[in-house]
């Protein structure tokens, strides 16, 4: 036996000495994964996500407003700073971290169609809970789009629900506790961030299912795919029904935003491909930089610039809808099953030939390979 | 060889011990296996939880049968226990083979080579006398208990162990891994974070040196392994490979299962010595079995079924791998004949099966969700392998008919990168999958491959 016990000693230290008197490589072949991580917390996420709580913050201060002061100015204001407000979200919704899904924060901020007949009732009835998972298309974006477009068909109509209905006082009531909990989820996202896990998330620089590069692509992807392609263009347009559904546009009752916030998310998963510093002309490190230097792609062409490629085909395609997506479906929906296609292409460079690339897997499931 | 000298071979005998040995560590590591598995938590997460599951041609009828599974699961753990004693022997390796393989024919999602190495490990070990010696089975049956063996029962072992290695190293053979060191080239690289070695997998020197020490390796080791000069040497190169692919890849027990199984090739003075040890830590009386008998067949007709039975598994384990060359197209990118040939992390594939539903009396049509019906892991199996996507299509259609869709037809746009290259459009889209039938003929309706790996 003791043979064998000097066997595996001997085989070890084969292992570390091989290891050893090989100095490692040159730097510029060591492509530094750790820095991709700190430009995305330090210079797109936080400052998105502190930017976002400002607004969300002009936007509990404009509900309380009006809800104080419920006119025609305070309406205007108020939608003022829900646009606005909707607009940031872009900027943040794609990143999921532990605890944005244990808060559920994007389905709690923008879950639509919103289920308006509940609605009403929690109103009228005055007993909901909007922590509840069953509430969530209750609440958030879409139900204050709701609220501040969708109630009656001109202004003053709408404005009478506050001022003057049967139960008035329990419709401004509700825009207050819409506005106070996007706001307060807001602040836990932005202070878990600020409190700790951005070290924790830099850190974990690894490689594996769990480290931050796999779990934020995987969810960049997700996003990209079934909030960004499905949700904003494809559900509507009818990709999945195989009939257009008009109203399950992002933005329906406002109506004429719904290309402006697709645009915006569109620019926002662009933007973090790229690195591109939140607000600013400046890029930092990201995926196209690691894919650069992977460079695994073999016949000629580089998949970062196809990717960006693919980016500007689907917003060149999107110029030409109707502000209102609604509208659009109802008027020509081949030229949004069009841009769907541009945005489907994306779909396929990003998840086939970007993961393989990257070597990520789509899969959580960590059991064994060949 | 003459007729003569095979019946000569046939009728030597040599000592049971490493017969023995192996079979007391192949029972305790299936055991490991098999509660690793279970605490995992993948029963649940493999068998229990899919909507769906993907059959081999022919099998459609094993199916998980939802918590009894546990139960298939605490069998086959179970007969690993009495395969390591050597008690009941016959009957817990004919258990064990049956339940393993049924496990394995529950959902190809899951196939791996390993496991595939398992189930015919198992299958061959029906036949052999295993329990022969050093077992409970001997203790109690005098009549069983033999010191020597006939030598080819060991032999067969180290023949299996030869083909997996040899096969393994041939399908290296290619451009792709030996000219593009690919797909190391995509693998290594995202291990950064290993100490020590991490930065090492950055440089392209390293990905061709394992990728031609990889392919020199297989095809050597089992003839190192049989010379007795070489035989220590090839033993540490087993350790360190399998270490060091331990390391780098997520491959479970199959590490130790290779180097456990390589102590074979060595002499019975190592065997027996190994057994001491137990003998001693468990007050077992070795020389109890040592009565220098040998083993006999119950009866003549028996040995020559069971030699019969392993000379066919042999014959069709060279040549069942072969059977690709019977396909036209590239195999990397068909894959048929790909499965069962010791063709271990050869491709890197990724893709996407995006599933189009027309309804011919409404013109209708719509796209699928695949996650409604597929698991990540399922869907992600799914995409790069044409026998699972026409399965698929056939669940959808079955799906759809069940949902007001009198006779759908199912169209895929589908894309797959194969180890590196450019993703490009897979499966014909403009086929209707319904009016496919499964079967093991070519697969016309799969795009060709746009480029070419040379190689066997």
Known sequence: MKRYILLFLSVSL???????????????????????????????????????????????????NFAENPNQQALESLRDQWKAGYLALQHVS???????????????????????AEVKENINQGNYNLKLPSEIDQQGFPTLDYLLYGLAGNNAEILSFYNSGENSSDYRNYVVDLVTRIDSLTDIVLNDWNSGFRDEFVNNSGNGANSSIDMMVNDFIFYYEKNLRAGKIGIPAGVFSGTPLPQNVEGFYSKEFSKELFLESLTATQNFFNGKHFNSETTGLSLSDYLDFLNTIKNGTDLTQLINQQFEESRAKAQNLNSSFADQVEINNSLMLQTYDELQKNVILLKVDMLQALNINVDYVDADGD | MSTTSISTYLNSYSKAAP??????????????????????GWIQKLYIEPDFFFSYYGFDWVQPPGEWT???FAVCGLSAIFISLGFKYRFAIITFFLSFTFIELMDKTTYLNHYYFISILSFLMIFLPANSYFSVDAARNPKLKAEFIPSWTIDAIKLLLFIVYFYAGLAKLNSDWLFQAMPLKIWLPAKYSIPLLGDLLQQSWVHFAFAWGGALYDLSIPFLLLIK?????AFVLVVIFHILTRILFPIGMFPYIMIISALIFFDSGLHTRILDSISTIFKINLDAFNNSERYSFESPISKKFSLSIVGVFFLFQLLFPFRYLLYPGELFWTEEGYRFSWRVMLIEKAGYANFKVVDPETQKRFYVDNTKFLTRFQEKQMSTQPDFILEYAHHLEEYYQNHGIENPEIYVESFVALNGRRSAPYIDPKIDLTTIKRNLKSKKWILPFNDEIKGL
Not at chain 2, 26 to 34: A, E, N, W
């Open chain 1, 14 to 64: 084969l292992i570390l000495s091989c290891t050893e008197t090989n100095p490692s490589g040159p730097d510029p072949d060591d492509f530094d994964r750790k820095a991709i991580l700190e430009n995305w917390a330090d210079n797109i996420i936080i400052p998105a996500l502190t930017d976002f709580s400002e607004k969300t913050e002009s936007l509990k201060t404009a509900g309380n």
């Open chain 1, 94 to 116: 794609m990143f999921e971290t532990s605890k944005t899904m244990e808060i559920r924060f994007r389905n709690n901020l923008n879950i639509y169609p919103v289920d308006t």
């Open chain 2, 19 to 40: 017969l023995a040995v192996f079979r007391v560590f192949f029972g305790l590591l299936m055991l490991i296996s098999i509660v690793r598995f279970a605490v995992n």
């Open chain 2, 70 to 72: 546990y139960l298939i």
């Open chain 2, 229 to 233: 000069r070489t035989r220590t040497f």
